[in-house]
């Protein structure tokens, strides 16, 4: 991993180049994304060790300083727009069938959720307002950029806590999270954006609202798209959108899963390695920006993605995050799986 250095991280760019085709193409064609990341990478990370290596120091030091880390994850900017576009235009040809429909939607949504989601939320922890502003672009790709308040104020003070939508509980299905994860994460983010707004002495509907310019930015785009291409577009546009705000929401369910922070009087104890689930799968750090070493991210989430650690406080999955998404959609066997770990972490800390 190590010896590749930034290349590693340019695997990514493989779902881009199969998209491009996906959207020229029909039939089985059209789900090749979908197919190398839910069965090649999955496959892959079967014969491939969990590396839990760590930078040194020294190490650390150089990689902040070489700026192509960030190039590159700005570079998915322009690659998450004109990918979009691709697709809208792609579903103007009067002859496609319905699989090739399903085939470049469920593409797009999958740029959506890794392209668009995942980089924004790199981008969205840096503490340059460029940055920021492009973490909210690609939010807008899928229709999410509330995420932008609700994870950074909201998700990463309140995580493992029943205070937080975007926390697992233990015993909770993976369908029953998803709706009470969206409809309670959208509603987070008014809330703290009231709060904020309160505490400076404006009002709710002050222009300064993010919230009310995150609603009104996104119905204007969807109306763009609904204007200059129609509405049956405009739909599968916002299937996509649904598709990867889905897959984020799938990620945050393997993410936090059973896990507890104890609580000491009125507040709980501070977030540690131990209240993220941990994956060193090679494969899957790669193709997603190292998310997968998400206790480093909690523990300290001004830790850009090339530097971000191996802990062994973290509680570690059995497989990469593609294969626990996989495995998240078949309840029992999660269970069975997840909770006998979860009581053998528990074990272990005792």
């Known amino acids: 991993m190590k010896r590749l250095g930034i290349l590693k991280y340019l695997s990514v760019f493989t779902l881009p180049i199969l998209a491009y085709i996906s959207f020229n193409s029909t039939g089985f064609l059209t789900f090749l994304p979908v197919i190398e990341a839910f069965f090649f990478i999955p496959l892959l990370e079967l014969f491939f060790k969990p590396n839990n290596a760590n930078h040194k120091e020294e190490e650390e030091s150089e990689l902040l300083q070489n700026r192509l880390f960030d190039w590159l994850v700005y570079l998915v900017v322009p690659i998450q727009f004109v990918s979009l576009w691709l697709f809208l235009n792609s ?20 740029l959506c959720g890794v392209m668009g989601i995942n980089v924004a939320h790199e981008l969205g922890h840096r503490k340059h307002k460029y940055e920021q502003l492009m973490a909210k672009m690609l939010l807008m790709t899928s229709l999410y950029m509330h995420f932008f308040i609700e994870h950074n104020r909201g998700h990463h003070k309140n995580v493992s806590t029943d205070e937080d939508p975007s ?15 969206i409809i309670n994460a959208y509603l ?6 009231y709060d904020r707004l309160k505490k400076k002495g404006y009002g709710k509907l002050s222009w300064r609202n993010e919230m009310l310019l995150f609603q009104i930015t996104q119905l204007m785009f969807v109306a763009l798209i609904y204007w200059y291409f129609g509405w049956v ?48 799968h090679v494969i899957g750090r790669m ?10 991210h909690h523990y300290k989430a001004s830790r850009k993605y090339q530097i971000l650690r191996h802990m062994d406080e973290s509680p570690q999955m059995p497989t990469g995050y593609p294969g626990m998404m996989i495995l998240a959609t078949i309840p029992p066997i999660w269970f069975r799986i997840m909770n006998e770990r979860i009581a053998n972490f528990k074990k272990s800390l005792c």
Do not use: C
Not at 188 to 193: K, V
């Open 287 to 296: 193709m997603l920006f190292e998310l997968s070493r998400h206790s480093d």
């Open 167 to 181: 926390s697992a509980r233990l015993g909770e299905s993976l369908y029953a999270f998803w709706f009470r994860s």
């Open 188 to 193: 987070s983010a008014w809330r703290l954006e």
């Open 91 to 110: 579903l103007q040809h009067p002859d496609l069938d319905a699989v090739s429909i399903i085939g470049r939607t469920a593409s797009m949504g999958l």
């Open 233 to 280: 577009i405009a739909i599968y546009f916002v299937l996509a959108a649904i598709i990867g705000f889905v897959l984020l929401e799938t990620v945050n369910y393997i993410e936090h899963y059973g896990l507890s922070r104890d609580k000491k009087g009125d507040r709980y104890e501070r977030v540690m390695p131990a209240h993220s689930w941990n994956s060193d």
